[in-house]
């Protein structure tokens, strides 16, 4: 791994200009967990060894290369396997959009199926998607799309590295992915609702295959004491950690977790001020935090938190969370000594973010589209007082105007005899 991660730099510093061939990057969801972080990795480098093109094959994570640390278990994990922290690649290194215009770039999504708003002038150049959140992607003819809604995207990668080319697994790489299947399906356990036979069958054959892998439970207690290390960071890097953006309309939410229960989160110095200059400094207008902890039985305990400014938006939100139906989240509200957050106690502990974000799209959407249609009402409304004529000014003493009905027709004949009346009138007049 560290010799094709040092092949990427030199070749992305040697490429730099408008020449040279293309690249083909492999990006992950912006959230860069520990999975997304992986399957990059892993299947980059199974890109350069199978893919056929002259393109340069590079592992990108999408995140800024200062928020690497806040990702404790992600670091914990490049550590155990001894790679190089300096070697990887992150989004500021390159300029995709610019790659895109000279149309040298394809893209493959690994760990999400959609691009956010921010990248949308990116579409183009997507080819593949492997993935396993809930589809979301318009079927084309340009783009694979493998989106199987397992435990762990590190899953789906190992299997294609397994069918097209098990060759180039070794004991670093084999460690990467197991680590971060164990993790993401909680150490196996049946009861946290996260494993799939399939997490298991690949999990299982990489044991078999490198039985110098750590103990399964040793592995997984460090990598999740790891990730729930939060011991100095401050609210903004509790929130930076592990989220995802979701934007609809006027709407930009951030959807963090927190590794914390939500008392000890509410219980923060400042915590209001804090999340509103957090909300303020990014451009977000509504916040939504879950928060995860463990009980002994290895069960997740999650309860969730929404901060916003606006009431309306907070019980908006609040309305749609409470009343989602796929999947119900079971939600018991629960006080908080904070006037812009409203919290909740989650009953569906199965229900991870992964299941939260297409509720919260869904509300973004259904917001978006009732915004429009009133939008277009009033401007029907509009149209159609512009079209109708003024109504005819009425007489104050009649029902109506004597010229509703236009001018009244007199013909010639009619003519001749008024004259001729008012003509004999005139002569009878004169007469003595």
């Keep these: 791994m560290e010799t094709f991660l040092t092949s990427c730099q030199e070749a992305l510093e040697a490429n730099r200009g408008d020449g040279g ?3 083909h990057v492999v990006l992950g969801n912006e959230a860069c967990d520990m999975d997304s972080m992986v399957s990059v990795m892993a299947y980059a480098y199974f890109l350069s060894k199978t893919l056929n093109t002259n393109a340069v094959v590079l592992p990108v994570l999408n995140i800024p290369r ?7 278990d992600n670091v914990f994990l490049l550590r155990q396997s001894g790679v190089p922290q ?3 690649l992150f989004r500021e290194q390159l300029d995709l959009l610019q790659l895109q215009r000279t149309g040298r770039l394809a893209l493959t999504l690994v760990d999400h199926n959609v691009l956010p708003s921010s990248d949308q002038d990116l579409e183009g150049a997507v080819v593949e998607v492997i993935d396993h959140h809930l589809l979301e992607r318009e079927p084309s003819s340009s783009c694979q799309v493998t989106v199987e809604m397992v435990g762990s995207c590190a899953t789906l990668v ?31 356990a049946p009861e946290a609702g996260k494993v799939t036979p399939k997490d298991s069958q690949h999990a299982a054959q990489l044991e078999t295959r490198f039985p110098g892998l750590p103990p399964r439970g040793a592995l997984f207690q460090s990598l999740q004491n790891a990730r729930f290390d939060v011991s100095g960071l401050s609210t903004e890097q509790m929130l930076l950690k592990d989220m995802k953006v979701v934007t609809g309309g006027e709407l930009h939410l951030a959807v963090s977790v927190i590794y914390l229960t939500l008392e000890a989160f509410l219980q923060r110095a400042d915590l209001e001020q804090d999340l509103s200059a957090f909300c303020v400094e990014h451009g977000y207008n509504m916040l939504l935090a879950m928060t995860i902890s463990f009980k002994d039985n290895k069960e997740p305990f999650r309860q969730l938190a929404i901060f916003s400014h606006s009431a309306l938006c907070r019980e908006e939100m609040s309305q749609a969370l409470e009343q989602a139906r796929n999947p119900a989240l079971s939600l018991c509200p629960i006080s908080t000594p904070h006037s812009h957050i409203k919290a909740y106690l989650q009953g569906n502990t199965q229900a991870s973010r992964k ?10 959407k259904e917001r978006e589209q009732d915004g429009c249609r009133g939008n277009q009402d009033k401007e029907e409304e509009e149209e159609e007082e512009d079209s109708q004529f003024p109504p005819t000014p009425m007489n104050s003493l009649v029902e109506g105007c004597p010229l509703d009905n236009g001018l009244p ?17 005139e002569e009878r007049t004169r007469s003595p």
């Design 21 to 23: 061939p293309g690249f």
């Design 66 to 72: 200062s928020q690497l640390a806040l990702r404790t």
């Design 86 to 88: 300096d070697l990887l």
């Design 158 to 188: 190992t299997e294609r590295i397994v069918q097209k080319a098990p060759e180039i697994l070794d004991p670093q790489l084999a460690l990467l992915l197991y680590g971060t299947i164990v993790l993401d399906c909680v150490n196996m």
């Design 355 to 364: 299941k939260l974000l297409p509720i919260v799209k869904d509300f973004l």
């Design 409 to 425: 027709r007199i013909s010639a004949q009619a003519l001749e005899e008024k004259f001729s009346k008012m003509a004999d009138q």
